[in-house]
T-cell receptor, first 110, second 112 residues
Framework: GQNIDQPTEMTATEGAIVQINCTYQTSGFNGLFWYQQHAGEAPTFLSYNVLDGLEEKGRFSSFLSRSKGYSYLLLKELQMKDSASYLCAVRDLYAGKSTFGDGTTLTVKP | DVKVTQSSRYLVKRTGEKVFLECVQDMDHENMFWYRQDPGLGLRLIYFSYDVKMKEKGDIPEGYSVSREKKERFSLILESASTNQTSMYLC???????????FGPGTRLTVL
């Protein structure tokens, strides 16, 4: 099975940088997703990592260390619209599904 | 753009009623999923399907069943709705190549 841990809540200031961590313990790993979910809306895909290292996509970057079972999502130049829940999800090795963490609710303050 | 649609955004049903939630995707994805999302509990997988007429139980299948007669459509059935099934239900689809999931807008179901 999969066990995924993320902080429940984080608060940051507009214009700042925030790092959201995700640790996982898994019986089969085939990559890690990050999704963003605004309140009352559906999750949307942000990033995918399968190899160790940093993937940058505009203001958002995602990092993976497979040996440590660790990932983080880095958000730069925070904007108010970045206030949302961020879900870490581990892609199953054998089945076409992913296991989601409970999500980190990020609040961006002026 | 991938589009996943769900039959209703809001639904109110009574205890004991049979409830059908429908999901349609237009990207020819092989995989389809049903989740429920409750505050503090995250996304929990109810059932998924990796092909027509195929289904697999997720983490919380009790009280639910599913049907996938066509590739684009995945239905969630509550045989006899109960108040503890009041929740947000999210459908998603993905291709086998990437497993990136695309979600529908969700159905907020209230069972009275």
């Amino acid at each position: 099975g999969q066990n995924i841990d993320q902080p429940t809540e984080m608060t940051a200031t507009e214009g700042a940088i925030v790092q959201i961590n995700c640790t996982y313990q898994t019986s089969g790993f085939n990559g890690l997703f990050w999704y963003q979910q605004h309140a009352g809306e559906a999750p949307t895909f942000l990033s995918y990592n399968v190899l160790d290292g940093l993937e940058e996509k505009g203001r958002f970057s995602s990092f993976l260390s497979r040996s440590k079972g660790y990932s983080y999502l880095l958000l730069k130049e925070l904007q108010m619209k970045d206030s949302a829940s961020y879900l870490c999800a581990v892609r199953d090795l054998y089945a076409g599904k992913s296991t989601f963490g409970d999500g980190t609710t990020l609040t961006v303050k002026p | 753009d991938v589009k996943v649609t769900q039959s209703s955004r809001y639904l109110v049903k009574r205890t004991g009623e049979k409830v059908f939630l429908e999901c349609v995707q237009d990207m020819d994805h092989e995989n389809m999923f049903w989740y429920r999302q409750d505050p503090g509990l995250g996304l929990r997988l109810i059932y998924f399907s990796y092909d027509v007429k195929m289904k697999e139980k997720g983490d919380i299948p009790e009280g639910y069943s599913v049907s996938r007669e066509k590739k684009e459509r995945f239905s969630l059935i509550l045989e006899s709705a109960s108040t503890n099934q009041t929740s947000m239900y999210l459908c998603a689809s993905s291709s086998t190549d990437t497993d990136t999931q695309y979600f529908g807008p969700g159905t907020r179901l209230t069972v009275l």
